[in-house]
């Protein structure tokens, strides 16, 4: 089955500067990207995805990349403000709607 | 639409004891996933339904696990006996799901707590 890795599991960055996340995947028939932010005590919620036929994909100070070769996609978060700080997870997902999680990053922002 | 509802918010049980978890998928949501986050394990899967029919509970931890969905719009995740290392935040998650993968929605979320 499918297995997602993410690194690091944690990010302390100075706000204004960039900050980015790194996950791998193992199955080849996962197609779709999703990245979820949750803030502490609330749920996740989506923040940007990506699909396996787009190498990237941005908004605004967020951007995804995705290399299907080497099965890894990256987030990173441009400008980094206080209120980033949060928990990420990357996530993949095959046919079928099976999403796996990665471990999540915990990234601190400080102003 | 008020989005994913779970009940109850928080759970504090005794070792042993049932506990039900609730889940009210978004309407029109054909895919919904329950997932268990804890600090050691972060979010994992636990199983997920399709049009109210199991796919895949290989994530279920043990028989003690359980999980239905009598209807669109209904679904439940039973723990009997309950047992301290059952302590985590169980989350509902629903997705459109029609022929592709799309964004799952979370639920607030149920804090169980096994004493």
């Known amino acids: 089955g499918e297995n997602v890795e993410q690194h690091p599991s944690t990010l302390s960055v100075q706000e204004g500067d960039s900050a980015v996340i790194k996950c791998t995947y193992s199955?080849?028939?996962?197609?779709?990207f999703p990245w979820y932010k949750q803030e502490l005590g609330k749920r996740p919620q989506l923040i940007i995805d990506?699909?396996?036929?787009?190498g990237e994909k941005k908004d605004q100070r967020i951007a995804v990349t995705l290399n299907k070769t080497a099965k890894h996609f990256s987030l990173h978060i441009t400008e980094t403000q206080p209120e980033d700080s949060a928990v990420y997870f990357c996530?993949?997902?095959?046919?079928?709607?099976?999403?796996?999680f990665g471990a999540g990053t915990r990234l601190f922002v400080k102003a | 639409d008020a989005g994913v509802i779970q009940s109850p918010r928080h759970e504090v049980t005794e070792m042993g004891q049932e506990v039900t978890l609730r889940c009210k998928p978004i309407?029109?949501?054909?895919?919904l996933f329950w997932y268990r986050q804890t600090m050691m394990r972060g979010l994992e899967l636990l199983i997920y339904?399709?049009?109210?029919?199991?796919?895949?509970d290989s994530g279920m931890p043990e028989d003690r696990f359980s999980a239905k969905m009598p209807n669109a719009s209904f679904s439940t995740l039973k723990i009997q006996p309950s047992e301290p290392r059952d302590s985590a935040v169980y989350f509902c998650?629903?997705?459109?799901?029609?022929?592709?993968?799309?964004?799952?929605?979370f639920g607030q979320g149920t804090r169980l707590t096994v004493v």
């Open positions: 309407s029109g949501h054909n895919s």
């Open positions: 339904f399709n049009n109210n029919v199991p796919i895949d």
């Open positions: 990506i699909r396996s036929n787009v």
């Open positions: 199955d080849s028939a996962s197609n779709y």
């Open positions: 998650a629903s997705s459109i799901g029609q022929g592709t993968n799309t964004e799952a929605f």
């Open positions: 996530a993949a997902a095959a046919g079928g709607f099976k999403t796996i």
